[in-house]
């Protein structure tokens, strides 16, 4: 059984920061990418970052780029994503999700964690 756990969502004014962390745990396929997208309140959910297993290879949705910036520690089986100027349209449900490749395509991606709330206050 394969659990992702996200952590370190929470309340921020605008043009702050937070940094949320995902621990893997369990078996998955060999050398997984891993991602995180968000879902909006009444939106779809929406990719947001990924990135490969040996680090080497990143993704940003456009609206994030510059902003945020993904990394991940194979040794203790986590991926981070600090969030920096932090915008009230960033506000949303953050998932982190696991693949056999980075992908922004939410469908590629296998296993998904239960999210962890990000608000954005303005």
């Known amino acids: 059984q394969v659990q992702l756990v996200e952590s370190g969502g929470g309340l921020v004014q605008t043009g702050g920061s937070l940094r949320l962390s995902c621990a893997a745990s369990?078996?998955?396929?060999?050398?997984?990418?891993l991602g995180w997208f968000r879902r909006a309140p009444g939106k779809e959910r929406v990719f947001v970052a990924a990135i490969n297993w040996s680090g080497a290879i990143t993704y940003y949705a456009d609206s994030v780029k510059g902003r945020f910036t993904i990394s991940r520690d194979n040794a203790k089986n986590t991926v981070d994503l600090q969030m920096n100027s932090l915008k009230p349209e960033d506000t949303a449900v953050y998932y982190c999700a696991a693949a056999r490749g980075a992908t922004m395509k939410p469908y590629d991606y296998d296993y998904w964690g239960q999210g962890t709330q990000v608000t954005v206050s303005s």
């Open positions: 369990g078996r998955t396929f060999s050398r997984p990418a």
